[in-house]
């Protein structure tokens, strides 16, 4: 069946731009994770989603991060007055409930100009 | 608060020998899972093989194997025959109750023919 998917995959925006990135999850997996990946770095937690709701978004870095899941399947990663420092690779993952294991996406490489 | 811990930025191995991979970690949890993942230039984080903390024997995967000393909270992957395939970025990871992974700072393995 078909994995985690994101949109776009790549991405060139200007500082101060909104953004929003996109992940198609694996269907019927009701988890769904965000992790940011910075150059020479290892992906780090942003947000976990159960179902609609955010179950922990500790890991937003300010209240710039955004993310929604409206219908407990596909998300959406916005990004408002986006700065060079948030140029990143933004990984999706999924997975049946929770405690299992977590299939990543391709995802989304994000340049800031 | 986990933290992991991968002290070779580099590693790299002739074709067809043996090569581990090192990994220590730190968490406050008794139940939490380590997983290796594979990420090569197409950036998709693939699952390699994992261990729960509770089994004390080593998991294997194929060519794939971990020494997991839990005392020592230490995680090593071995990759026997080493194939040109193997080359990518490779992450150590923890995960514990919360769900979220978090991950070393990645190992780049070069396979040379």
């Known amino acids: 069946g078909a994995g985690v998917s994101q949109t776009p995959s790549n991405k060139v925006t200007e500082k101060g731009k909104y953004v929003e990135l996109r992940c198609d999850p694996i269907s019927g997996h009701t988890a769904l994770y965000w992790y940011r990946q910075s150059l020479g770095q290892g992906p780090e937690f942003l947000i976990y989603?159960?179902?609609?709701?955010?179950?922990?978004d500790s890991g937003l870095p300010n209240d710039r991060f955004f993310a929604v899941r409206p219908e407990g399947s596909v998300s959406t990663l916005k990004i408002q007055r986006t700065e060079r420092g948030d140029s990143a690779v933004y990984l999706c993952?999924?997975?049946?409930?929770?405690?299992?294991?977590?299939?990543f996406g391709p995802g989304t490489r994000l340049t800031v100009t | 608060a986990q933290t992991v811990t991968q002290s070779q930025p580099e590693m790299s191995v002739q074709e067809a020998e043996t090569v581990t991979l090192s990994c220590t970690y730190d968490?406050?949890?008794?139940?939490?899972?380590l997983f290796w993942y594979k990420q090569p230039p197409s950036r998709q984080m693939i699952l390699v093989i994992r261990?729960?903390?509770?089994?004390?024997q080593n998991a294997t995967e194929n060519r794939f194997s971990v020494n997991f000393q839990k005392a020592a909270k230490s995680f090593s992957l071995k990759i026997s025959d080493s194939q040109l395939g193997d080359a990518a970025m490779y992450f150590c990871a923890n995960r514990g109750s919360n769900y979220k992974l978090t991950f070393g700072k990645g190992t780049l393995l070069t396979v040379n023919p």
């Open positions: 261990q729960e903390a509770y089994k004390q």
């Open positions: 993952a999924s997975s049946l409930r929770g405690r299992e294991e977590q299939y």
């Open positions: 989603f159960q179902g609609t709701g955010a179950a922990d």
């Open positions: 968490t406050s949890e008794s139940d939490y899972y």
